[in-house]
C-alpha cells in the first residue's frame, strides 16, 4: 500500500465518502424500505439505528484507517495472523458487489441512452427482459444481451481509467460527480412538487403506522438499511480513511457525511413517491400498485412515466438516469478499493497493475451477468451476499476489534481534532451492543434467505462460498513480497 498517497484535501475526502455512501440503493431502496415499514413512523427505528450502529462504527473505521495506514488484510494479520482469512473474505465478498453493481450500472447506462427517445417503447417491462436485464426464464441461460455488456465494458474502461490515478483520481471524479448529482436531484425533487397528485404520493409514503413500532421485522429492516446505506464493515470506509491527510477531524466528518446522507436518502424518497402519485392520478391505477422495489421502479414504473410526461419526460428521464450512473459510479469506485489495496500491500503490485488485473477479471465475469439470466443472477447473488457473508463478517470485526485490538486505543486519535469527543459509551457500544445487534440481523437474514430458496440459487451459493473461502485461504498462505 502507498503510504505516500493522500486525498487532495479534506474536501475532497468528505466528497468521496458521500460518494461512497451515496448509491442507486438511496434511489431505489430506501423509499421502497420506508414505505413498507410503517412509513412516518419507520423514522423512529432508523434513526435509532443510525446512532446506535452506524455512527459509532463508521467512527470506529475512521479512527482504525486514519491511525493505522494499512491494508485492511494487514491490519487483521496483525492483530492476529489467524485473522488475515477473515480480511480476505470481507474483501472478496464486498468485490463481488462491485461487479454485478457494475452490471446494474449497465443497465441504467442502456436506459440513459434510451431515454432522450423513449427507446424502451410502450412496454418498458418487455424490453427490460429482452434487451437489458433478462429474466428468471433457465431457458434463457445461454442468450447474452450485448447491449448490457457493451454498456458495462465501457463504464469499466472509464472505471480503469479513473482508478489507476492513485486516490487522487477518485477524489477528482467525486469533486466533479457529486455537485452534479445534487444538482441533478434538486431539479428532479422541485419538478416532482409541481406534478398533480404529489400530496397523494407523500401522504401514501409518510402517513405513520405506529403499531408497526412493535414489529420486530421493522427494526431488522432499519439497522438493516443502515448497514447498506452506510456500507459500515465493509472495509471501504477503512481503506478510504487510510488515505486521511494529518490534523482530520474524524468523528466531526462521520457527522457531517451520515447526516448528508441520511438527507439525501428522505429528499429522494418524497421526490420518488411524489412523481408515483402524479403517475396514479394519470393512469387512475392506485398507487400501491406502482410501488415496487428496485429494478421494477426504476427500469418499469419511472420510463412508463417520462413516456407520459412527453417533452418533460425526454429532459427528466436522462437526468434520473444520469444520477443513477454519477451516485453508483462513485460507490463502484469505493467498493473495489479494499480488494485492491489489500493486493498491492501483500504482493507490492503497482497500482496500476492492481487495477489493471482486477478490471480484467470483473469485465470477464460481467459476461456471466449479461446473459438471459443477468437481473436474475444479480438477484440472488445481492441476496445471499448481503444476508449471509457480509453481515456476518462485520459481526466478527466488532468482536476483533472491541476484544482483541482494543478500541480504547482510537480514542485519543478520534479526539485529538474533533469537536465532538467519543468515550466510554461509545466502547461499550463497539464492545457489547453492536457484535449482539449483528448476530441477531444475521441469523435472521438466513432465516430469509434459507426460507424461499431454489436448486439454482443453492448452487450459485455454493459457487459463491468455495470461490471466497478458496481464494482467502490461498492469498493467507501466501508470503507477502517486500515492496
Same mark, same amino acid.
Given at each position: 500500500?502507498?503510504?505516500?498517497?493522500?486525498? /487532495?484535501?479534506?474536501?475532497?475526502?468528505?466528497?468521496?465518502? =458521500?460518494?461512497?455512501?451515496?448509491?442507486?440503493?438511496?434511489?431505489?431502496?430506501?423509499?421502497?424500505?420506508? %414505505? /413498507?415499514?410503517?412509513?412516518?413512523?419507520?423514522?423512529?427505528?432508523?434513526?435509532?439505528?443510525?446512532?446506535?450502529?452506524?455512527?459509532?462504527?463508521?467512527?470506529?473505521?475512521?479512527?482504525?484507517?486514519?491511525?493505522?495506514?494499512?491494508?485492511?488484510?494487514?491490519?487483521?494479520?496483525?492483530?492476529?495472523?489467524?485473522?488475515?482469512?477473515?480480511?480476505?473474505?470481507?474483501?472478496?465478498?464486498?468485490?463481488?458487489?462491485?461487479?454485478?453493481?457494475?452490471?446494474?450500472?449497465?443497465?441504467?447506462?442502456?436506459?440513459?441512452?434510451?431515454?432522450?427517445?423513449?427507446?424502451?417503447?410502450?412496454?418498458?417491462?418487455?424490453?427490460?427482459?429482452?434487451?437489458?436485464?433478462? /429474466?428468471?426464464?433457465?431457458?434463457?441461460?445461454?442468450?447474452?444481451?450485448?447491449?448490457?455488456?457493451?454498456?458495462?465494458?465501457?463504464?469499466?474502461?472509464?472505471?480503469?481509467?479513473?482508478?489507476?490515478?492513485?486516490?487522487?483520481?477518485?477524489?477528482?471524479?467525486?469533486?466533479?460527480?457529486?455537485?452534479?448529482?445534487?444538482?441533478?436531484?434538486?431539479?428532479?425533487?422541485?419538478?416532482?412538487?409541481?406534478?398533480?397528485?404529489?400530496?397523494?404520493?407523500?401522504?401514501?409514503?409518510?402517513?405513520?403506522?405506529?403499531?408497526?413500532?412493535?414489529?420486530?421485522?421493522?427494526?431488522?429492516?432499519?439497522?438493516?438499511?443502515?448497514?447498506?446505506?452506510? /456500507? =459500515?464493515?465493509?472495509?471501504?470506509?477503512?481503506?478510504?480513511?487510510?488515505?486521511?491527510?494529518?490534523?482530520?477531524?474524524?468523528?466531526?466528518?462521520?457527522?457531517?457525511?451520515?447526516?448528508?446522507?441520511?438527507?439525501?436518502?428522505?429528499?429522494?424518497?418524497?421526490?420518488?413517491?411524489?412523481?408515483?402519485?402524479?403517475?396514479?392520478?394519470?393512469?387512475?391505477?392506485?398507487?400501491?400498485?406502482?410501488?415496487?422495489?428496485?429494478?421494477?421502479?426504476?427500469?418499469?414504473?419511472?420510463?412508463?412515466?417520462?413516456?407520459?410526461?412527453?417533452?418533460?419526460?425526454?429532459?427528466?428521464?436522462?437526468?434520473?438516469?444520469?444520477?443513477?450512473?454519477?451516485?453508483?459510479?462513485?460507490?463502484?469506485?469505493?467498493?473495489?478499493?479494499?480488494?485492491?489495496?489489500?493486493?498491492?500491500?501483500?504482493?507490492?503490485?503497482?497500482?496500476?497493475?492492481?487495477?489493471?488485473?482486477?478490471?480484467?477479471?470483473?469485465?470477464?465475469?460481467?459476461?456471466?451477468?449479461?446473459?438471459?439470466?443477468?437481473?436474475?443472477?444479480?438477484?440472488?447473488?445481492?441476496?445471499?451476499?448481503?444476508?449471509?457473508?457480509?453481515?456476518?463478517?462485520?459481526?466478527?470485526?466488532?468482536?476483533?476489534?472491541?476484544?482483541? %485490538?482494543?478500541?480504547?486505543?482510537?480514542?485519543?486519535?478520534?479526539?485529538?481534532?474533533?469537536?465532538?469527543?467519543?468515550?466510554?459509551?461509545?466502547?461499550?457500544? =463497539?464492545?457489547?451492543?453492536?457484535?449482539?445487534?449483528?448476530?441477531?440481523?444475521?441469523?435472521?437474514?438466513?432465516?430469509?434467505?434459507?426460507?424461499?430458496?431454489?436448486?439454482?440459487?443453492?448452487?450459485?451459493?455454493?459457487?459463491?462460498?468455495?470461490?471466497?473461502?478458496?481464494?482467502?485461504?490461498?492469498?493467507?498462505?501466501?508470503?507477502?513480497?517486500?515492496?
Amino acid at each position: 500500500m502507498n503510504k505516500n498517497s493522500q486525498w /487532495s484535501s479534506i474536501f475532497t475526502f468528505i466528497l468521496a465518502m =458521500i460518494g461512497l455512501t451515496i448509491g442507486i440503493g438511496n434511489i431505489w431502496r430506501f423509499s421502497y424500505v420506508l %414505505y /413498507s415499514n410503517g412509513g412516518g413512523s419507520f423514522f423512529i427505528p432508523y434513526l435509532i439505528a443510525i446512532l446506535v450502529m452506524g455512527i459509532p462504527f463508521l467512527i470506529l473505521e475512521y479512527g482504525l484507517g486514519f491511525s493505522l495506514k494499512k491494508s485492511f488484510s494487514k491490519l487483521m494479520h496483525d492483530i492476529r495472523p489467524e485473522f488475515e482469512i477473515f480480511a480476505w473474505m470481507l474483501v472478496l465478498f464486498v468485490f463481488i458487489v462491485v461487479i454485478y453493481y457494475m452490471v446494474i450500472l449497465g443497465w441504467d447506462f442502456a436506459y440513459f441512452l434510451n431515454s432522450f427517445t423513449f427507446g424502451w417503447g410502450a412496454d418498458p417491462n418487455s424490453f427490460f427482459t429482452t434487451y437489458v436485464g433478462g /429474466s428468471s426464464d433457465l431457458s434463457n441461460a445461454a442468450r447474452l444481451i450485448l447491449p448490457t455488456l457493451f454498456c458495462t465494458t465501457v463504464l469499466w474502461i472509464l472505471f480503469w481509467i479513473v482508478s489507476t490515478h492513485d486516490v487522487k483520481g477518485i477524489g477528482t471524479i467525486s469533486s466533479v460527480l457529486i455537485p452534479m448529482l445534487f444538482i441533478i436531484m434538486i431539479l428532479i425533487f422541485i419538478y416532482s412538487f409541481t406534478l398533480e397528485g404529489s400530496v397523494l404520493g407523500l401522504k401514501t409514503l409518510l402517513t405513520p403506522n405506529w403499531s408497526a413500532l412493535f414489529n420486530i421485522n421493522i427494526w431488522l429492516a432499519a439497522f438493516g438499511q443502515t448497514i447498506f446505506t452506510l /456500507s =459500515i464493515g465493509q472495509a471501504m470506509v477503512y481503506t478510504y480513511a487510510t488515505y486521511l491527510p494529518k490534523n482530520s477531524k474524524l468523528v466531526d466528518e462521520v457527522l457531517l457525511v451520515v447526516i448528508t446522507n441520511t438527507l439525501y436518502e428522505i429528499f429522494i424518497a418524497v421526490g420518488v413517491f411524489s412523481i408515483l402519485g402524479y403517475m396514479s392520478i394519470k393512469s387512475s391505477v392506485p398507487i400501491e400498485n406502482l410501488i415496487s422495489q428496485g429494478t421494477g421502479l426504476i427500469f418499469v414504473v419511472f420510463p412508463q412515466i417520462f413516456s407520459e410526461m412527453g417533452i418533460v419526460g425526454q429532459v427528466m428521464g436522462p437526468l434520473l438516469f444520469l444520477s443513477i450512473l454519477f451516485a453508483g459510479f462513485t460507490s463502484a469506485l469505493a467498493l473495489f478499493e479494499p480488494l485492491l489495496s489489500s493486493l498491492c500491500d501483500k504482493f507490492a503490485w503497482s497500482r496500476r497493475k492492481g487495477v489493471t488485473i482486477l478490471v480484467i477479471v470483473t469485465i470477464a465475469c460481467s459476461v456471466i451477468f449479461s446473459t438471459g439470466l443477468s437481473s436474475y443472477l444479480v438477484e440472488i447473488v445481492d441476496n445471499f451476499v448481503n444476508s449471509f457473508g457480509v453481515l456476518i463478517l462485520i459481526g466478527v470485526q466488532a468482536i476483533i476489534f472491541g476484544w482483541f %485490538y482494543g478500541v480504547e486505543k482510537v480514542i485519543p486519535i478520534l479526539n485529538e481534532f474533533s469537536t465532538v469527543k467519543v468515550g466510554k459509551t461509545w466502547v461499550f457500544t =463497539i464492545k457489547y451492543v453492536l457484535p449482539i445487534l449483528l448476530i441477531v440481523i444475521w441469523i435472521y437474514g438466513i432465516i430469509d434467505l434459507v426460507s424461499d430458496t431454489n436448486m439454482l440459487e443453492i448452487i450459485v451459493d455454493i459457487i459463491i462460498t468455495l470461490v471466497v473461502v478458496g481464494f482467502s485461504v490461498l492469498f493467507t498462505k501466501m508470503k507477502p513480497k517486500n515492496a
